[in-house]
Nanobody, 123 residues
Framework: QVQLVESGGGLVQAGGSLRLSCAASGHTFSTYSMGWFRQAPGKEREFVGVINWRGGYTYVSDSVKGRFTISRDNAKNTVYLQMNSLKPEDTAVYYC????????????????WGQGTQVTVSS
């Protein structure tokens, strides 16, 4: 059974940093891309970024480009989302997710999701 567990969320002041982790189990983790999404209250789930299975390719949305980076450690079955220069508009629940096949920016393309971790950025 596939399980994704996010951690590392919390409350941080604007301009601060957080690193989220996504630990995976029950899956051939190292052969799949991993995506990050976020969802703010009253808003749709938003694509944040993705990393390919080798870790040599990452893509992040324009809204976080230059501030967020994604990395992975396949030996630990863990993907990371480093978030710097945080803004109040980054406040959301952050999710990691495994795609059904090739990665996509659409949430519908992802089969497995973690429970999410709350990130709150105060102004």
């Amino acid at each position: 059974q596939v399980q994704l567990v996010e951690s590392g969320g919390g409350l941080v002041q604007a301009g601060g940093s957080l690193r989220l982790s996504c630990a995976a189990s029950g899956h051939t983790f190292s052969t799949y891309s991993m995506g990050w999404f976020r969802q703010a209250p009253g808003k749709e789930r938003e694509f944040v970024g993705v990393i390919n299975w080798r870790g040599g390719y990452t893509y992040v949305s324009d809204s976080v480009k230059g501030r967020f980076t994604i990395s992975r450690d396949n030996a630990k079955n863990t993907v990371y989302l480093q978030m710097n220069s945080l803004k109040p508009e980054d406040t959301a629940v952050y999710y990691c997710a495994l795609p059904r096949g090739a990665w996509t920016t659409s949430p519908s393309g992802y089969e497995y999701w973690g429970q999410g971790t709350q990130v709150t950025v105060s102004s």
